[in-house]
C-alpha cells in the first residue's frame, strides 16, 4: 500500500528552511535575539550544543549558542554551522581609529539613524579615519553645509528610539551660536557634541601636517585663507585640505577632543 505522510500542508504553504552558513573566522554576523554584531572567533562543542564565539569592534568577547536561525548575515537569517575544516587563528590587527579590526567584514545594512557634521571636510575626516568601524556598525555619516539650518533638519528627520541622530558641530564652546543651536535640538534621541576648533582642520595634529602649530588668524579673515596665507601655502582651500587630510593614517594624528566626540556619537546611535 503506498505510504502518506502525516504532513498534509501543501508545499507551498511550508516555509522554506534557513540557509545554513559555515562560521568561518572573519565572518561578520549580528546575534538575532542581542543585537551583538562581531566577526567569528571560534566555535566549539559543549555538553549543551555547538557555540560561536563572536567579538565586536572594540574586542569584547561574546559566546552565543547556534542555535537554527539565531544571526543575521548581511540583514537575513541564517542557521550557523561548525565549519568542516579547522580554522586558522585570528590574529587582531587595529582600524585606522584604533578599534579591533574584523577581517573580511562586510557592510552592515545601514540603520535608520545617521550621524550629521557641518561640512564635506568634517564627513572626509570622520571617513579616513572611522569609515571601517561606521561600515561594520551600519551608521551613514552625512554633511550639512553649516548647522544655521539645524533645527528644521532635526525635526525633518525627527528622531526617536529605533532612529537616533547624532550631530558634530564646530568650536562648540559656550556663548557661542553653535552652543544656543545645539541647546535647542538635543533630546534624548538627538546628541549634539563638539569640539573647540575653529574649523576641523585644527583637529589634525601639527606634527602630521608638519607645521610647528596652526596659526592664529585674525577676527574678520576668512580663516581657512588665513592659514593658508600664514603658512606660505597657496590660496588654495581645497588643495591645502588634500594637503592635511593625505597627513592623516590613523586616530593618531587627531587631537584627543575630536577622537572622543566622535566615538561618543558613533555609541550613542548604535545603542541597542
Not at 30 to 42: D, M, N, P, Y
Not at 43 to 68: I, N, S, W, Y
Request: with cysteine; glycine share 8%; net charge negative.
Amino acid at each position: 500500500m503506498r505510504q502518506y505522510s502525516a504532513d498534509l500542508t501543501p508545499p507551498w504553504k511550508k516555509p522554506k528552511p534557513l540557509p545554513e552558513v559555515a562560521a568561518d573566522a572573519g565572518l561578520v554576523v549580528e546575534e538575532l535575539s542581542t543585537g551583538f554584531c562581531g566577526a567569528v572567533i571560534r566555535c566549539e562543542k559543549t555538553a549543551q550544543g555547538p557555540t560561536v564565539t563572536l567579538e565586536d569592534r572594540f574586542g569584547k568577547h561574546r559566546v552565543f549558542p547556534m542555535d537554527p536561525g539565531g544571526f543575521l548575515l548581511e540583514g537575513r537569517p541564517v542557521t550557523l554551522v561548525r565549519p568542516t575544516q579547522p580554522a586558522p587563528p585570528v590574529r587582531p590587527s587595529r582600524t585606522a581609529s584604533g578599534s579591533v579590526a574584523v577581517p573580511g567584514a562586510r557592510a552592515r545594512v545601514a540603520r535608520a539613524g545617521r550621524i550629521y557634521v557641518e561640512g564635506r571636510h568634517d564627513a572626509e575626516l570622520v571617513e579616513r579615519v572611522w569609515g571601517d568601524d561606521l561600515r561594520i556598525e551600519g551608521v551613514v555619516v552625512e554633511y550639512l553645509e553649516g548647522i544655521d539650518d539645524l533645527p528644521a533638519i532635526v525635526a525633518e528627520f525627527a528622531p526617536g528610539p529605533d532612529a537616533r541622530l547624532g550631530i558634530l558641530v564646530d568650536h562648540l564652546v559656550p556663548g557661542s551660536k553653535e552652543s544656543r543651536i545645539a541647546a535647542e535640538v538635543t533630546s534624548a534621541h538627538a546628541l549634539v557634541v563638539g569640539h573647540p576648533y575653529i574649523d576641523v582642520w585644527e583637529a589634525v595634529k601639527p606634527s602630521s601636517v608638519g607645521i610647528p602649530s596652526w596659526p592664529r588668524v585674525p577676527r574678520g579673515q576668512d580663516w581657512k585663507t588665513g592659514v593658508c596665507r600664514s603658512l606660505g601655502w597657496p590660496e588654495n582651500t581645497g588643495a591645502a585640505w588634500q594637503r592635511i587630510l593625505n597627513s592623516v593614517h590613523s586616530y593618531k594624528d587627531l587631537e584627543p577632543p575630536l577622537l572622543a566626540r566622535v566615538e561618543e556619537l558613533i555609541d550613542f546611535v548604535t545603542l541597542p
